[in-house]
T-cell receptor, first 113, second 115 residues
Framework: RKEVEQDPGPFNVPEGATVAFNCTYSNSASQSFFWYRQDCRKEPKLLMSVYSSGNEDGRFTAQLNRASQYISLLIRDSKLSDSATYLCAVTEDSGAGSYQLTFGKGTKLSVIP | NAGVTQTPKFRVLKTGQSMTLLCAQDMNHEYMYWYRQDPGMGLRLIHYSVGEGTTAKGEVPDGYNVSRLKKQNFLLGLESAAPSQTSVYFC??????????????FGDGTRLSIL
């Protein structure tokens, strides 16, 4: 069974802190990587794709380490509005050209005033 | 731009009843998916479709059927609802994953309770 693992948290951090999440995946043939954000009782929303060279979007930085099979998400200068559950997702070829997106169970972040 | 729309948003059923959840997308996506999300279990894929007229089983297909008669619509059916199917159901759509970084776009969910 293909696995995507995340620390469930919760991560409780003060405003302004820097927080990092890791996500490991078991299938070395995985091809595409994403971070989603899910607010309580809402749908997952794409936060950012993760590219091989790493990428940044404002306070958010995503990195991929293919050798160790993990992706990471760094949030700098945490805001109260960053409180949510963060899901990593990995696309892999499940055979015959059929691609599946497998989600981790999510890491809950609470930013405290 | 509506994106992915799910109906209904909430429903309560009695055990043994049947119902259909509708998903519609206006992004011309080939791929569509149905997930269920339960506490502590994360998102689990029920069925998916790679194009009009085609469907395939995901991780947890038992007790569900699907149909993709039109490209923009993906229907999830429960023929005989069971309490174990109480969950939040999400529909998603995407361009073909083989064409590169193609994220999935989600509807806002259907909360289903089976009594």
């Amino acid at each position: 069974r293909k696995e995507v693992e995340q620390d469930p948290g919760p991560f409780n951090v003060p405003e302004g802190a820097t927080v990092a999440f890791n996500c490991t995946y078991s299938n070395s043939a995985s091809q595409s990587f994403f971070w989603y954000r899910q607010d309580c009782r809402k749908e997952p929303k794409l936060l950012m794709s993760v590219y091989s060279s790493g990428n940044e979007d404002g306070r958010f930085t995503a990195q991929l380490n293919r050798a160790s099979q993990y992706i990471s998400l760094l949030i700098r200068d945490s805001k109260l509005s960053d409180s949510a559950t963060y899901l990593c997702a990995v696309t892999e070829d499940s055979g015959a050209g059929s691609y599946q997106l497998t989600f981790g169970k999510g890491t809950k972040l609470s930013v405290i005033p | 731009n509506a994106g992915v729309t799910q109906t209904p948003k909430f429903r309560v059923l009695k055990t043994g009843q049947s119902m259909t959840l509708l998903c519609a997308q206006d992004m011309n996506h080939e791929y569509m998916y149905w997930y269920r999300q339960d506490p502590g279990m994360g998102l689990r894929l029920i069925h998916y479709s790679v194009g009009e007229g085609t469907t395939a089983k995901g991780e947890v297909p038992d007790g569900y059927n699907v149909s993709r008669l039109k490209k923009q619509n993906f229907l999830l059916g429960l023929e005989s609802a069971a309490p174990s199917q109480t969950s939040v159901y999400f529909c998603a759509s995407s361009y073909p994953p083989r064409t590169g970084n193609q994220p999935q776009h989600f509807g806002d969910g259907t909360r289903l309770s089976i009594l």
